[in-house]
T-cell receptor, first 112, second 111 residues
């Protein structure tokens, strides 16, 4: 139980393009999903908290117009990195929450 | 002051030994505590959760919580090379469903 999937698992894109990452809870409903970013050899950094049917809450320093989050249902949240730049290259991980957080396998984004 | 603090390590232990990982937190309103394991290049996976003072055992893992001293620890008995990973401590404050993660302790188990 408590399986979370992410798609794609990795993506390479050109600078200036937009990339959408999907996060799904496969066997449970999650009222809250979280998006994290992790740079090499660093810890998880929470980007935003996403609740179904409402606007996401972004952490300080995270540009909400650049990282668009949509939580359309209790099992799906999407993160869109708009106008991606090389400094956005990172490991993006979502988690879905019941009484604890279960992580997806992550999406490795490389922006050329 | 960081909400959750961990020694970054690396902590090196020989195979078969007990590995002890520690975590302190600053907010006395913290309700729930979690240990995650993260292998290099992978996402974190939940090992254990603990909610009340004392010990909680699950196989080779024991989580210990002391709310008065504001620390939580993870003991790994009979450590194996496959336990080599970074261990993240997470704390949930006031049941707001938001976790604060420590920076992680890197564990190396040497054969």
């Amino acid at each position: 139980g408590a399986v979370v999937s992410q798609h794609p698992s990795w993506v390479i894109c050109k600078s200036g393009t937009s990339v959408k990452i999907e996060c799904r809870s496969l066997d449970f409903q999650a009222t809250t999903m979280f998006w994290y970013r992790q740079f090499p050899k660093q810890s998880l950094m929470l980007m935003a908290t996403s609740n179904e049917g409402s606007k996401a809450t972004y952490e300080q320093g995270v540009e909400k117009d650049k990282f668009l989050i949509n939580h359309a249902s209790l099992t799906l949240s999407t993160l869109t990195v708009t106008s991606a730049h090389p400094e956005d290259s990172s490991f993006y991980i979502c988690s879905a929450s019941t009484d604890t957080q279960y992580f997806g396998p992550g999406t490795r984004l490389t922006v050329l | 002051q960081k909400e959750v603090e961990q020694n970054s390590g690396p902590l090196s232990v020989p195979e078969g030994a007990i590995a002890s990982l520690n975590c302190t937190y600053s907010d006395r309103g913290s309700q729930s505590f979690f240990w995650y394991r993260q292998y290099s290049g992978k996402s974190p996976e939940l090992i254990m959760s603990i909610y009340s003072n004392g010990d909680k055992e699950d196989g080779r893992f024991t989580a210990q919580l002391n709310k008065a001293s504001q620390y939580v620890s993870l003991l790994i008995r009979d450590s194996q090379p496959s336990d080599s990973a970074t261990y993240l401590c997470a704390v949930e404050i006031y049941n707001f469903n938001k976790f604060y993660f420590g920076s992680g302790t890197k564990l190396n188990v040497k054969p």
